[in-house]
């Protein structure tokens, strides 16, 4: 499992990774955070994504969850501007 490496960037701090595929080792880096523990845990989000995979999805907004039910969501219109 890696665990990665937080360092400072300018005035901030920055979550380093390296991910590997085939023969290719790439480098990665978060966004700049102005505390460490802001980067530290950017770049534990980045690590779990690794760690799932294909098994990794991506968190949603509320409003999107909410357009995700309404899409499939079979009722008479009327009902289905009421849930909106």
Do not use: C
Not at 24 to 48: M, P, Q, Y
Request: hydrophobic share 35%; aromatic share 8%; charged share 30%.
């Amino acid at each position: 499992m890696q665990t990665g490496s937080v360092t400072r960037h300018g005035r901030g701090w920055r979550g380093h990774w390296r991910e590997v595929k085939g023969d290719d080792a790439k480098r990665h880096s978060t966004a700049t955070f102005a505390k460490k523990g802001e980067a530290r845990v950017a770049l534990n989000r980045e690590l779990d994504r690794l760690a799932l995979g294909a098994r990794y999805r991506a968190p949603i907004t509320l409003q999107e969850l909410a357009d995700r039910f309404l899409d499939q969501y079979v009722a008479s219109p009327q009902t289905v501007k009421y849930a909106r």
